[in-house]
């Protein structure tokens, strides 16, 4: 399968508004975070919101407790960045606001992922989703109601329309698909400051003409632009290539890469249907920003919190959930 590669980091979202951080914890866990001294980094080439209490702000803060420090700055290289909150589905209201308000109040831009579409990720590692289109639409509404005027940039869905064209969605569920999408896009761009990038897959599943109608079925016009690579590991100049030959196909819209674990490439060994989940050897790609190597590549992101597991494979925890051994070894293989 193509795979959601391990776009499911739902079950480690942050209910800010609940005072709790990303890892779960209470006040305890909270503090540990601020105590990493994350802070945000500068608007001008950056000007997404970094998380200072985020999962990896609290690993920071827990090693340098233990004495770690080596161990500490090399987390610290995720901790410092902005990484994408994942909305999860019980409460979109309050975290979409919870996020939008911490970034607002740092001058700054919630980055946002929305992976909530029924019959998601096919059954696999991630699968889930809204019980139904009425369940979805609700939803989003509540994402768009807790967004409301603050600055939000938005990746939806990742992979969604990738499986409407890779057979791995069932034929029945296309239609209400298209339609969903079609509506997030119209809710979300509804609102003063929010971007929308519909997500169009990778450098590495197939080729472009394979999927720029399907995105404009599913309202890509309406949109801001696409993302690529979202939680996956090709690099940054394929996924730049990708991104172009798509973009001339869909009134040459913008676009935007994942570059959170793509530092080393994608992973080549092993079963090719899990190639994408918690491979080895893999490391942190360029740094998110809006000055990057093209004029139609909007920013580079972190769109996958690096160091969240993929899924239950090669050892690792459930979908989205923190594992440390693997975010010290993509932090160790990076550049400094």
Same mark, same amino acid.
């Given at each position: 399968?193509?795979?959601? !590669?391990? +776009?499911?980091?739902?079950?480690?979202?942050?209910?800010?508004?609940?005072?709790?951080?990303?890892?779960?914890?209470?006040?305890?866990?909270?503090?540990?975070?601020?105590?990493?001294?994350?802070?945000?980094?500068?608007?001008?080439?950056?000007?997404?919101?970094?998380?200072?209490?985020?999962?990896?702000?609290?690993?920071?803060? @827990?090693?340098?407790?233990?004495?770690?420090?080596?161990? @500490?700055?090399?987390?610290?290289?995720?901790?410092?960045?902005?990484?994408?909150?994942?909305?999860?589905?019980?409460?979109?209201?309050?975290?979409?606001?919870?996020?939008?308000?911490?970034?607002?109040?740092?001058?700054?831009?919630?980055?946002?992922?929305?992976?909530?579409?029924? /019959?998601?990720?096919?059954?696999?590692?991630?699968?889930?989703?809204?019980?139904?289109?009425?369940?979805?639409? +609700?939803?989003?509404?509540?994402?768009?109601?807790?967004?409301?005027? !603050?600055?939000?940039?938005?990746?939806?869905?990742?992979?969604?329309?990738? /499986?409407?064209?890779?057979?791995?969605?069932?034929?029945?569920?296309?239609?209400?698909?298209?339609?969903?999408?079609?509506?997030?896009?119209?809710?979300?761009?509804?609102?003063?400051?929010?971007?929308?990038?519909?997500? @169009?897959?990778?450098?590495?599943?197939? /080729?472009?003409?394979?999927?720029?109608?399907?995105?404009?079925?599913?309202?890509?016009?309406? +949109?801001?632009?696409?993302?690529?690579?979202?939680?996956?590991?090709?690099?940054?100049?394929?996924?730049?290539?990708?991104?172009?030959?798509?973009?001339?196909?869909?009134?040459?819209? /913008?676009?935007?890469?994942?570059?959170?674990?793509?530092?080393?490439?994608?992973?080549?060994?092993?079963?090719?249907?899990?190639?994408?989940?918690?491979?080895?050897?893999?490391?942190?790609?360029?740094?998110?920003?809006?000055?990057?190597?093209?004029?139609?590549?909007? +920013?580079?992101?972190?769109?996958?919190?690096?160091?969240?597991?993929?899924?239950?494979?090669?050892?690792?925890?459930?979908?989205?959930?923190?594992?440390?051994?693997?975010?010290?070894?993509?932090?160790?293989?990076?550049?400094?």
């Amino acid at each position: 399968m193509y795979g959601m !590669r391990g +776009a499911a980091a739902v079950l480690g979202a942050a209910l800010l508004l609940a005072g709790c951080s990303s890892g779960g914890g209470g006040d305890d866990t909270k503090d540990d975070g601020a105590g990493a001294g994350i802070t945000q980094q500068p608007k001008a080439a950056d000007p997404f919101w970094v998380n200072p209490d985020g999962n990896a702000a609290e690993q920071v803060a @827990a090693y340098l407790k233990d004495g770690k420090k080596s161990e @500490a700055e090399q987390i610290r290289k995720i901790a410092a960045q902005p990484t994408g909150e994942w909305i999860g589905p019980e409460n979109p209201e309050q975290e979409a606001r919870g996020f939008t308000e911490a970034a607002a109040k740092a001058d700054r831009t919630a980055l946002l992922v929305l992976y909530n579409i029924p /019959h998601r990720d096919c059954g696999q590692y991630s699968q889930g989703g809204a019980a139904d289109g009425d369940a979805y639409r +609700a939803w989003i509404d509540g994402v768009a109601k807790g967004i409301g005027d !603050r600055a939000a940039t938005v990746i939806l869905e990742p992979d969604a329309v990738l /499986h409407l064209v890779d057979g791995c969605t069932p034929d029945e569920f296309h239609e209400e698909r298209y339609d969903l999408l079609k509506g997030a896009i119209g809710t979300l761009k509804a609102l003063k400051n929010t971007k929308v990038y519909l997500d @169009a897959g990778n450098a590495g599943w197939g /080729h472009p003409d394979q999927i720029f109608e399907p995105l404009k079925w599913a309202g890509i016009d309406g +949109a801001d632009g696409f993302s690529v690579n979202v939680s996956n590991f090709y690099s940054t100049k394929d996924s730049i290539a990708y991104g172009k030959q798509l973009s001339a196909k869909v009134g040459n819209k /913008h676009f935007v890469i994942d570059t959170s674990r793509n530092g080393n490439g994608p992973y080549t060994d092993g079963d090719p249907n899990e190639r994408w989940c918690n491979p080895p050897g893999r490391a942190l790609g360029e740094t998110p920003t809006t000055k990057t190597a093209d004029p139609l590549v909007d +920013a580079y992101l972190w769109v996958k919190r690096p160091g969240e597991s993929d899924g239950e494979c090669k050892g690792g925890p459930k979908a989205g959930e923190w594992w440390p051994d693997y975010a010290l070894k993509l932090a160790k293989a990076s550049r400094p």
